[in-house]
């Protein structure tokens, strides 16, 4: 006979949760208990509980506040984040985000050469396999506590007949600067979805398992609306929200 398969603790600290949460055991807004007596109910180590854990928040019952400790999610409630999505330009001609967080970037960006893949080559119409200048970069804020993964695109086609045909333009969102110099009018369209993110992408965004990510694809338009760069975030999606002004 095949050996039975048993549940995983984890899963098992999971189903009692959820039980507990889906039957009023533990209210909307109450805290759940702590990862110490959890761990001691169970008979488990507290990575084990963590787990747990990081599969209610990815079914969005449960929510972490840091210091405070694990707390049943209202469907009411607010993400602890809340992140402006715009591009602001400057009197003095920068362009900067409208969320004003200060993003460090953590090591230099390096312009490479990349071909555009077809889904990016859609968005910036422009045949797939056109070379582009690309940057690529994990930037961090706050200390390390808020992480992004971003990069930028900019079509080689897009710079014939400027100073950047035969050197790398600047990454966004100083780029913007640099298309305006060139005589680019911009506005910008962001496209939203969610998707799991792939495991180095995890690694990058300290993401637990089964948590999802945010993908924005920014595209900037130039004259008659012609896409003339884009930018790609990665953003974590457990406790995040986006908000754009209409």
Known sequence: MPAKRTTPKYRQIADHLREGILNGTYPAGQPLPSEESLAGEFNVTRPTVRQ??????ANGLVEVLM?????????????SLTRARTVRHELDGRFAEADG????????QVATRTDAPLAL???????????????????TADRGRLRQLHSTYVPFSVLLGTKYE???????????AALT?????????????TRMPLPDQAQALRLPEGVPMLHALRVAHGQAGKPVALEEFHLPGDDLELMYRL
């Open 52 to 57: 747990a854990v990081a599969e209610l928040r």
């Open 67 to 79: 210091g405070r400790g694990m707390f049943v999610r209202s469907p009411h409630g607010r993400p």
């Open 101 to 108: 967080i200060r993003w460090e970037d953590a090591e230099p």
């Open 121 to 139: 080559a859609d968005l910036l119409r422009i045949p797939p396999g056109e070379p582009l200048y690309t940057y690529q970069a994990l930037q």
């Open 166 to 176: 035969e050197q790398a333009p600047p990454p966004a969102p100083h780029l913007y």
């Open 181 to 193: 110099e060139c005589g680019h009018e911009l506005d910008f369209t962001e496209y939203v979805r």
